[in-house]
């Protein structure tokens, strides 16, 4: 089955610890997408990718960075930058003007 | 001024109203435009894509006006299960893929 996956679904991160947040798709999509969710909010833009190797920054893009070495993965890092990490991460692909597909979510805690 | 903006909700309504949601975008380039249901602590799942002809899912009807640059979800003889946040999304604004989500508009229904 095509599908987008997130992983993992629950994260804890230790004060001033990296963490990597894995988002992998077999859809043949070319854009890949991170957002964030708090509590009661709408999605927030972290980063967005349109093609292999190429990433852009979108409007919370501070204390995150990304990589697009594989058309199938889209991998985000969490750094220990990012103050306020505790989120529902979401990933998202699509082809060019198409809906977008996401993966579950990935729930990251700070302890 | 957001780039997707709706209103700010929340809907509480009975079941077998008509509820309206409505919807702008700031980007005239934009290219597309659906609208996604989510519901609590899960990933947003499409509900239908939006055209210019407007179109009809049972239940639910979408219209799209680029010169107003407005959006909108009809919901007819709304059901218990209706109870989510609906979010209006707007892609590929000046030929870029990207995806740009409204805060979203809870609605709840009650018996």
């Known amino acids: 089955d095509g599908g987008i996956t997130q992983s993992p679904k629950y994260l804890f991160r230790k004060e001033g610890q990296n963490v990597t947040l894995s988002c992998e798709q077999n859809?043949?999509?070319?854009?890949m997408y991170w957002y964030r969710q708090d509590p009661g909010q709408g999605l927030r833009l972290i980063y967005y990718?349109?093609?292999?190797?190429?990433?852009q920054k979108g409007d919370i893009a501070e204390g995150y960075s990304v990589s697009r070495e594989k058309k199938e993965s889209f991998p985000l890092t969490v750094t220990s930058a990012q103050k306020n990490p505790t989120a529902f991460y979401l990933c998202?692909?699509?082809?060019?003007?198409?809906?977008?597909?996401f993966g579950q979510g990935t729930r990251l805690t700070v302890v | 001024r957001k780039e997707v903006e709706q209103d700010p909700g929340p809907f509480n309504v009975p079941e077998g109203a008509t509820v309206a949601f409505n919807c702008t975008y700031s980007?005239?380039?934009?290219?597309?435009f659906f609208w996604y249901r989510q519901d609590c602590r899960k990933e947003p799942k499409l509900l239908m894509s939006?055209?210019?002809s407007g179109n009809e899912d049972g239940r639910f009807t979408a219209q799209l006006n680029r010169a107003s640059q407005y959006i909108s979800l009809l919901i007819r003889d709304s059901k218990l299960s209706d109870s989510a946040t609906y979010l209006c999304?707007?892609?590929?604004?000046?030929?870029?893929?990207?995806?740009?989500f409204g805060a979203g508009t809870r609605l709840a229904v009650h018996p």
């Open positions: 998202a692909s699509t082809r060019m003007n198409t809906e977008a597909f």
């Open positions: 859809l043949n999509h070319d854009a």
């Open positions: 990718s349109q093609i292999v190797n190429d990433f």
């Open positions: 980007n005239s380039a934009s290219q597309s």
């Open positions: 939006v055209y210019s």
């Open positions: 999304v707007v892609n590929g604004q000046g030929g870029y893929n990207k995806l740009i």
